[in-house]
T-cell receptor, first 111, second 116 residues
Framework: GENVEQHPSTLSVQEGDSAVIKCTYS??????FPWYKQELGKGPQLIID?????GEKKDQRIAVTLNKTAKHFSLHITETQPEDSAVYFC??????????FGKGTMLLVSP | ETGVTQTPRHLVMGMTNKKSLKCEQH?????MYWYKQSAKKPLELMFVYSLEERVENNSVPSRFSPECPNSSHLFLHLHTLQPEDSALYLC???????????????FGPGTRLTVT
């Protein structure tokens, strides 16, 4: 089955800096790659996604890049703010379009 | 909020109790999912329902019993649980499980379960 690796497990940045989280996947048939943000006491919230026919997608301060040849994709957050502090999960599609998740990255943005 | 609600938000139960978790989605989706989220582990998919039919059971112990009476409601019935079953149980829904570009899953807030 699909296997998703996510790095780093924790990331501390200063407000205004950029943050990058990277994921790799194993199943070359995967074609959908979402990113979720989970704040304390809440369920994961979809923040951006990318499909395999696209190399990059941007939404304001967040962007995702996909390299299908290398089977890796990344989340980029620019001009980080304290409210960006949360746990971020990457995922990739598997059988029945179900999602396999990475272990998560705890992002801490210090003022 | 995402349109997926879960009750209760917190549950403490003994190992001999029977309880149920409830999930409801207001998004008009046809697929619903149960996930288990434990500390320092990836989200683990437990069950998938599509149009009220179970399409996936990820080797989940029989002490967890799902029920999907219609496409808007999903239950997880719990009995004789173990302390290691303590976790956050998340429900999610999506348009379908059969691709077509409708992969987006939307999560509820979860039920924090503690088994004593």
């Amino acid at each position: 089955g699909e296997n998703v690796e996510q790095h780093p497990s924790t990331l501390s940045v200063q407000e205004g800096d950029s943050a990058v989280i990277k994921c790799t996947y194993s199943d070359s048939a995967s074609n959908y790659f979402p990113w979720y943000k989970q704040e304390l006491g809440k369920g994961p919230q979809l923040i951006i996604d990318i499909r395999s026919n696209v190399g990059e997608k941007k939404d304001q301060r967040i962007a995702v890049t996909l390299n299908k040849t290398a089977k890796h994709f990344s989340l980029h957050i620019t001009e980080t703010q304290p409210e960006d502090s949360a746990v971020y999960f990457c995922a990739a599609t598997g059988r029945y379009s179900t999602l396999t998740f990475g272990k998560g990255t705890m992002l801490l943005v210090s003022p | 909020e995402t349109g997926v609600t879960q009750t209760p938000r917190h549950l403490v139960m003994g190992m001999t109790n029977k309880k149920s978790l409830k999930c409801e989605q207001h998004l008009g989706h046809n697929a619903m999912y149960w996930y288990k989220q434990s500390a320092k582990k990836p989200l683990e998919l437990m069950f998938v329902y599509s149009l009220e039919e179970r399409v996936e059971n990820n080797s989940v112990p029989s002490r967890f019993s799902p029920e999907c009476p219609n496409s808007s409601h999903l239950f997880l019935h719990l009995h004789t649980l173990q302390p290691e079953d303590s976790a956050l149980y998340l429900c999610a829904s999506s348009h379908s499980t059969y691709g077509g570009g409708s992969y987006e899953q939307y999560f509820g807030p979860g039920t924090r379960l503690t088994v004593t």
